[in-house]
């Protein structure tokens, strides 16, 4: 077995690095962190553990006891290793709790065992053999195996269907380095350097796919950022994230046209009615534009009543989509409000490409304030009772 100490010290310099790894990971709390060296540590014990023993088999410079000590050690921190990884999953099932059993029943049995030589029987040449009830530890070893690997099938419904292959496979190498040893009678001892290369996949698995979960925890905050919690139309932050992708073309589209378009009245509808019916007002105002503009771009709320549309369309469409906004206007009623009135401006890219983006909203703005300016006059409202 001469390859065994070369590849204890590789098991030892790989424990290292996967500590720093985690040390260096902040998406990992402190209390995970504790769990995974602790786990790393046991498994550096049992393996020191484990290599002594092979160390001092049939060492005549050391007394029996010695041999039976490091053994004793052996024998009680291989299964707390299987333990140590349900802690890394959390899982808190029944099948957790029984390894836990198991693992305090076996500390029992090996600690009588010291004592009895039911496990281990060490002969005039300090060499040791197995007891008549090794097969009882071998029996609660697998069993701890075997049921860790339940847990690695409860841990996997955390993920989704297609991170669980990953998670499974890594199950089965853990599995088959444990068993390879165990059933070669520990003439190839491959437990160790498994549990090491388990744990480093199982740390990678763990860190992607909790990188992957962020993700998806940002890209939902970032879909309700950019959805107006009201109306449920594209919102402001949407349309400077909009702004600042057409800021950065080298020119405008030819095609792009911008409408800037505001509520009338919508203060004397929440002075008089209350702002449940400003709110109905809104929501109505962003039903018409989107049913409207939607199909041909994007519509945005970027204040109170405020909404700007950015659309991909020739220029002689702009009549027409007016006309449609006035019809749907015009048909909207509310339950609280039964009537809608908007102002709107317009600006093509294709009269002026090389404006930026805000210089185009801002023509519409000129131009819907106009248009406002006429609906007070017209209506003998005073501009600032808006």
């Known amino acids: 077995m001469r390859y065994y100490t070369p590849m204890m010290i590789l098991v030892g310099l790989a424990l290292i690095a996967l500590c720093i790894l985690v040390k260096d990971n902040d998406r990992i709390t402190r209390k995970q962190k504790t769990v995974l060296y602790f786990t790393y540590a046991i498994v550096a014990l049992a393996a020191f553990a484990e290599w002594l023993g092979v160390q001092l088999n049939g060492n005549m410079n050391f007394p029996p006891w010695v041999l039976m000590s490091v053994k004793l050690f052996d024998y009680l ?71 860790a690997l339940f847990e690695f099938g409860i841990y996997g419904k955390n993920f989704r269907r297609q991170n669980r292959t990953s998670l499974f496979s890594i199950a089965v190498f853990f599995a088959a380095g444990i068993f390879m040893q165990e059933l070669l009678g520990g003439e190839v001892r491959t437990a160790y350097i498994t549990l090491t290369i388990g744990l480093s996949l199982l740390f990678i698995h763990y860190s992607e796919f909790t990188q992957l979960a962020s993700d998806d925890r940002i890209n939902e905050q970032m879909i309700r950022i950019s959805e107006d919690a009201l109306t449920g139309i594209s919102s402001r932050y949407a349309y400077t ?52 503009f939607g199909g041909y771009g994007d519509c945005y709320r970027t204040g109170g009543d405020e909404f700007i549309v950015l659309i991909r369309n020739d220029i002689e469409m702009i009549p027409e989509l007016k006309a ?63």
């Open 324 to 386: 449609q906004l006035k019809q749907a206007v015009a048909d909207w009623r509310g339950k609280k409000v039964k009537t809608l009135s908007l102002s709107v401006g317009s600006a093509a890219a294709v009269d002026k490409p090389e404006l930026t983006p805000e210089k185009l909203v801002a023509i519409a703005d000129r131009e819907m304030y106009k248009e406002k300016s006429e609906y007070y006059k017209e209506n003998g409202i005073e501009q600032r009772a808006r």
């Open 241 to 292: 994230a909009a702004m600042r992708e057409l800021a950065a073309l080298e020119s405008l589209p030819k095609d792009l046209i911008a409408f800037s378009i505001d509520i009338n009245g919508l203060k004397n509808t929440n002075d008089n009615l209350g702002h449940n019916a400003g709110d109905e007002l809104i929501c109505g105002a962003a039903d018409c534009i989107s049913s409207v």
């Open 77 to 147: 921190l291989t299964p707390i290793v299987g333990g140590a990884i349900i802690l890394q999953f959390n899982t808190k099932s029944i099948w957790g709790k029984v390894v836990f059993a198991l693992i305090a029943v076996n500390t029992v049995f090996q600690i009588v065992s010291y004592f009895t030589g039911w496990i281990l029987v060490i002969d005039g040449e300090n060499h040791y053999s197995h007891g008549p009830a090794y097969i009882v530890y071998i029996i609660l070893y697998l069993l701890i195996v075997i049921f």
